[in-house]
């Protein structure tokens, strides 16, 4: 379905007014009632509920999200967030004030330990910390987990090595704890090259932070070779958990020797992304790395669950215990799915994206894939692609990332997409293959906001009305 937005410019026939400017209807009454008995003009009340509601559905079709339309935003994973979850976090009891005693909050306590143990249980993992609020809060509480296990060896370490395919809070997570960031090329077929990943280790090597499958989708066949290059330079094997969709109920980095990684539950368990605002990156850990965790921590005792600080814990990276309501959801989700609705969701997951490309006409090199595909917009600029993409109805994928594929369509459209919205997306994907620059150029055309200054808003944003300063 193809809609106009509404726009915010008044001299458009497609504006949508502030409830404040929408008047207020007056009547003229001619009445055969004596004049003293009537009045002369009559006001009627402000927008009715129906017209409040339509003004609300069209401000929110201002934006567009995975209820509107199918949203393939590669590495992102952008799955559809079930009612059920809100329900169950909107419940009276999930509100618990976050200073009550541990004694009157068990139920919480017990959700909270029943969501490490699944999470340890996905990943392969011996141990849980649900305190960090993204994924990329996950990335650092992990390496410096990382940092103070070498520290309590006294081997002080310099290094993170990092693919240059890889998201860019890899980089910036290593950095921010500390270490000089070492960046390694693929080898030809987008895997790990082995001899760089050789060259690059050494006794300075504190961990290699990696995602499997990789951000062009394909998995890391070597995976056990290159955990043994990494530990027998005593270096850590730190998963970017950003792409264990793919990998659900299927395969546990944990079992491929990764010793440290984090969950993105936004990603994988259907917990909404927001726009910045609260969410959750768990971290999991294997035993030798248990005692570092942030405090407090979860665990079970005798007859129920009580906080504890963990002996040589990195400290706190979160107030109290994280975004539990976003933990609730993770939690419910889990169980409502259960060990053969996850490992369906990854199945699903991966064909969706391998019939995709499929039917994708931009040249997709590399392949069979997993949950996620690179296609190459060749001559068109892979922004542009994505503006034209916009006016055919759907979501754009990720664009220009990685750069080891030349004007990449990095595409994820996740499990909950059917047949024909897969056909619609690939429809959206050939018709712009042939446009030429000039139309490509004039996209998009049918939303709210036309071609912004993508810099200026990342760097400069102005977030509320208020701060928005009357054009000269
Ligand atoms: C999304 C993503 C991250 C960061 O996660 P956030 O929850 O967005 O902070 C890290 N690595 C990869 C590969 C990702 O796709």
């Excluded at 990943?197 to 290159?226: H, K, Y």
Aim: charged letters at 25%.
């Amino acid at each position: 379905m193809i809609y106009d937005q509404a726009r915010w410019t008044e001299d458009d026939e497609r504006y949508e007014p502030l409830l404040s400017e929408k008047e207020a209807e007056t009547v003229e009454t001619d009445s055969p009632l004596p004049a003293d008995l009537t009045r002369d003009e009559l006001t009627l009340p402000g927008p009715s509920e129906p017209e409040l509601a339509r003004h609300y559905t069209r401000l929110s079709q201002m934006n567009y999200g995975v209820e509107s339309g199918p949203f393939p935003l590669g590495s992102c994973t952008m799955k559809y967030n079930p009612k059920f979850t809100e329900d169950l976090a909107a419940h009276p009891a999930a509100s618990v004030h976050p200073d009550r005693d541990p004694s009157t909050v068990q139920g919480t306590l017990a959700v909270m330990h029943g969501l490490q143990e699944q999470l340890a249980a996905i990943g392969g993992m011996d141990a849980v910390t649900l305190q960090p609020p993204a994924g990329a809060a996950g990335e650092l509480t992990g390496i410096l987990v990382a940092k103070r296990y070498h520290e309590s060896r006294d081997d002080e370490r310099s290094e993170v090595i990092v693919p240059d395919s890889a998201h860019g809070t890899n980089f910036a997570s290593a950095a921010m704890a500390g270490y000089d960031v070492v960046s390694i090329p693929a080898a030809e077929d987008g895997r790990v090259d082995l001899e760089a990943l050789e060259a690059a280790l050494s006794e300075e090597t504190a961990a290699l932070m990696l995602t499997n499958p990789n951000t062009l989708g394909l998995f890391e066949r070597d995976i056990e070779r290159i955990a043994e290059m990494v530990h027998d330079v005593g270096g850590l094997l730190y998963y970017d958990g950003a792409n264990l969709n793919a990998l659900l109920g299927r395969a546990r980095p944990g079992d491929m020797g990764f010793d440290v990684m984090h969950y993105n539950v936004h990603k994988t368990f259907a917990t909404p992304h927001g726009g910045g605002g609260p969410g959750a990156g768990p971290v999991g850990v294997v035993s030798e790395l248990a005692e570092f965790l942030p405090r407090p921590h979860v665990r079970a005792t005798d007859g129920g669950y009580e906080l504890y600080d963990p002996e040589r814990s990195i400290g706190k990276v979160h107030g109290y215990l994280g975004n539990w309501l976003v933990l609730v959801k993770t939690y419910a989700y889990i169980r409502r799915l259960g060990d053969e609705g996850l490992a369906d969701a990854s199945a699903k997951a991966v064909l969706n994206a391998n019939y995709l490309a499929s039917q994708v006409e931009y040249e997709v090199p590399y392949g069979p894939f997993h949950h996620e595909f690179v296609a190459s917009a060749g001559d068109q600029d892979a922004a542009d692609v994505a503006k034209k993409m916009l006016d055919h109805g759907v979501h754009p994928p990720t664009t220009k990332w990685p750069e080891t594929v030349h004007e990449a369509l990095m595409t994820e459209p996740t499990e909950v997409e059917s047949k024909r919205s897969l056909d619609q997306l690939a429809e959206a994907f050939n018709a712009v293959v042939g446009e030429s620059e000039e139309s490509l150029a004039e996209a998009p055309k049918r939303t709210a906001a036309g071609r912004i200054d993508q810099a200026s808003a990342a760097r400069n944003p102005r977030l509320s009305w208020q701060a928005l300063e009357p054009e000269e």
